[in-house]
Nanobody, 118 residues
Framework: QVQLEESGGGLVQAGESLRLSCTAT????????WGWYRQTPGAERELVAG???????KYTDSVKGRFTISRENAKKTLYLQMNSLKPEDTGVYFC????????????WGQGTQVTVSS
C-alpha cells in the first residue's frame, strides 16, 4: 500500500515563497505521473500542477509562472516550489498520482496547510 506524506506548508505573507515536499512509499514512483492538489473549504480538491514520468509539466492557469513542480525519483519525492504567493493560494495541499479516474488514486495523505496572508 502506497503511503504519501506531504510537508513544507506554513503561514506566509503575500509575495513570499514556500517549497512543498511529498514522499511516497512503494516501488512505482518513477513510472507514475504525479500531481499537487489543493483543497479549500467548501470546494472540491483540484489539481494545480502535474508532472509526467517524462518530466512534462502542466499547471492550472492561476499558478502558471509562479509554481514549479518537480520530482526526484531516486528519493521518491515530489516538490512544489511556490513563489509570489497570493492569499487565494491558501488551502491544504496534497500529492497523488495524476490519473483520469479517481478510483486510481492512492490513499490520500494528511496534506500540508498553506496560508497566505495579505
Amino acid at each position: 500500500q502506497v503511503q504519501l506524506e506531504e510537508s513544507g506548508g506554513g503561514l506566509v505573507q503575500a509575495g513570499e515563497s514556500l517549497r512543498l515536499s511529498c514522499t511516497a512509499t512503494g516501488d512505482f514512483f518513477n513510472v507514475n505521473d504525479w500531481g499537487w492538489y489543493r483543497q479549500t473549504p467548501g470546494a472540491e480538491r483540484e489539481l494545480v500542477a502535474g508532472i509526467t514520468k517524462d518530466d512534462s509539466t502542466k499547471y492550472t492557469d492561476s499558478v502558471k509562472g509562479r509554481f514549479t513542480i518537480s520530482r526526484e525519483n531516486a528519493k521518491k519525492t515530489l516538490y512544489l516550489q511556490m513563489n509570489s504567493l497570493k492569499p487565494e493560494d491558501t488551502g491544504v495541499y496534497f500529492c497523488n498520482r495524476d490519473v483520469p479516474y479517481s478510483g486510481w488514486l492512492y490513499p490520500w495523505g494528511q496534506g500540508t496547510q498553506v496560508t497566505v496572508s495579505s
